[in-house]
C-alpha cells in the first residue's frame, strides 16, 4: 500500500526484475504480492465484516504497555514508507562495501534513468483524496446505530453468532455441485501424509533408542564389510 515501507520495496524488486528481463520471477513477485494482500485482508475480514459474538461484547482494550509497540512500528512503517530515503541511504553504504553499484536516491524515494519513485508526489495525492472521501463523507447525513442482527443475507436473516453476513450464500450451488466435484488436491495431501507417517514408524522401528539395538547394527555392519571383501576385495 503507497504510503508504507512495503510499496517502495516492492516497487523496487519489480523495477529490478523487469530491467533485468526476468519475466518469470516477476510473475513469482506478483503472485507473492498477491498472497500478501489476501492474508492481510483476512485480517480486515474477520475484524470488520463479521458480526461481534456476544461473548466478546465485553471485552476491554489492551493495555497501553501492549499498544506501545504497535504505535512505534506502525510509526516507522508509515515513515520508512514516506522517506525511504532513510532506510535506503543505510542499504547503499552496505552495498557499496560488497563492491554493489549504489542506487541514485534522494530522501524522497529513487531518481534514475530507468526509473523513477517519488513518495511526495504520492503522499499528496494520498492525502487529497483521502480528505476529498473525508469531505463528501462529512457532508451526507450521519448514518444510525442498528442492531447487528437486523440484516439479512440471501433473503433470510443471520442468526445470532454467525460469522458473517453472507452465512450461506453459496450453499444451494455447493449442494448441485458438491457431486461432480473430486478433491485431487486433498486427496494427495492424505496419501502423501500417511506414506509420511509409515516412513516415520518404520524408521521408529529401527531407531529405538536402545543401546543394545545400535551396537548390534555396528556388528552387523561391520560384518557386511568383512563380507564384502572376502567375496570381492575391493578395498
Do not use: C
Not at 513477485?29 to 463479521?50: E, Q
Not at 465485553?58 to 516507522?76: D, E, G, T, Y
Not at 555396528?218 to 576385495?233: S, T
Amino acid at each position: 500500500m503507497p504510503l508504507t515501507n512495503g510499496f517502495v520495496s516492492k516497487w523496487l524488486i519489480y523495477k529490478t526484475l523487469i530491467i533485468n528481463h526476468s519475466p518469470f520471477l516477476a510473475f513469482a513477485a506478483l503472485l507473492g504480492t498477491w498472497g500478501t494482500i489476501l492474508y492481510s485482508y483476512k485480517l480486515i475480514h474477520n475484524m470488520f465484516l463479521g458480526q461481534l459474538p456476544e461473548k466478546y461484547e465485553n471485552l476491554k482494550k489492551a493495555p497501553f504497555n501492549m499498544r506501545l509497540p504497535i504505535v512505534i512500528l506502525s510509526f516507522a512503517i508509515i515513515l520508512f514508507g514516506v522517506l525511504p530515503g532513510l532506510p535506503l541511504n543505510v542499504i547503499n553504504s552496505i552495498g557499496s562495501d560488497f563492491g554493489l553499484e549504489p542506487l541514485m536516491i534522494n530522501i524522497w524515494g529513487v531518481a534514475s534513468d530507468t526509473g523513477t519513485i517519488n513518495m511526495l508526489n504520492i503522499s499528496v495525492a494520498v492525502v487529497v483524496i483521502s480528505l476529498t472521501v473525508w469531505l463528501i463523507f462529512k457532508g451526507n447525513k450521519k448514518s444510525a446505530g442498528i442492531s447487528q442482527y437486523d440484516n439479512y443475507a440471501a433473503g433470510t436473516t443471520v442468526p445470532k453468532d454467525k460469522y458473517h453476513y453472507s452465512v450461506n450464500f453459496y450453499g444451494p450451488l455447493n449442494r448441485m455441485i458438491t457431486p461432480y466435484l473430486k478433491d485431487f488436491i486433498d486427496d494427495f495431501y492424505m496419501k502423501l501424509a500417511r506414506s509420511i507417517k509409515n516412513l516415520g514408524n518404520g524408521i521408529r522401528r529401527i531407531y529405538t533408542g536402545d543401546v543394545g539395538s545400535y551396537v548390534m547394527y555396528i556388528i552387523l555392519f561391520l560384518a557386511l564389510l568383512i563380507f564384502i571383501q572376502i567375496k570381492w576385495k575391493i578395498w
